[in-house]
Structures are given as C-alpha cells and as structure tokens.
C-alpha cells in the first residue's frame, strides 16, 4: 500500500536549477531500487534516473548524466533529483517509482515495467 508524492515542481529558465523530492506513505519503501521518469506530450515515458536500496549506487540516462543527482535520505527512503543546468527538452511530468519486489537486489532497473509503485508527477517547465 506504499504510496509516493512528487514535489517541487515548477517554472525554471533555462540553464537554471530545480530539485524534486518524492516522498512516501502508506508503506516503507526502504530496501528497494526507486527512479525518476519524465513524460513529455505526445512521447513514451522515459528514464532518468535510478538508485539503489541503500543510495550507494547511482546510474542515469544519457541526457541526465552530468546534469542531474538522484539521492536518497540517509535515515528514511524519501527520494531526490537535483537538476542542474536544465534544458528545454527537459520539460515534462517527472515522476518518482520505486520496486515492490527484489528487496536488497543490488541490480540497476531502468524500464518503467520493473517498477511497481508511481507518484502523480509534477510538471517542470523550462523556458528559454
């Protein structure tokens, strides 16, 4: 019954920086893999960024890497994408995941389908 929020949301210019946070309820979550995703109209919802049970392991799309952090908090499972030097192309719903199933598994999801629980999303705009 693990449920998740998105927040942070918003307006930035281009070259700016914004940070998401997702935040959960219902259930811990602590022990498995969660990711971020985007979805911008009219296109499939794609990757960003994952990271595993513990925090230790970070992996990233190619257009995340080097811009954006995913993160994780040290004492509860709340989860955090740091973007910096944000584009147009940006621009979509983000939304936070995390797995259900494969608690401890030290692997690197990435498809949208080894994910269980989704948030609502949050809108990030970048304007030029």
């Known amino acids: 019954q693990v449920q998740l929020a998105e927040s942070g949301g918003g307006l930035v210019r281009a070259g700016g920086s914004l940070g998401l946070s997702c935040a959960p309820s219902?259930?811990?979550?602590?022990?498995?893999?969660m990711g971020w995703f985007r979805q911008a109209p009219g296109e499939e919802r794609e990757f960003v960024a994952g990271?595993?049970?513990?925090?230790?392991?970070?992996y990233y799309a190619d257009a995340a890497k080097g811009r954006f952090t995913i993160s994780r908090a040290s004492a509860d499972t709340t989860l955090y994408l740091q973007m910096n030097n944000l584009k147009v192309e940006d621009t979509a719903v983000y939304y936070c995941?995390?797995?259900?199933?494969?608690?401890?598994?030290?692997?690197?999801?990435?498809?949208?389908?080894?994910?269980?629980?989704w948030g609502q999303g949050t809108q990030v705009t970048v304007s030029s």
């Open positions: 219902g259930r811990a979550v602590y022990g498995y893999a």
């Open positions: 995941a995390t797995q259900t199933r494969n608690r401890w598994d030290n692997g690197t999801p990435r498809a949208p389908g080894e994910f269980d629980v």
């Open positions: 990271i595993r049970w513990d925090g230790v392991v970070t």
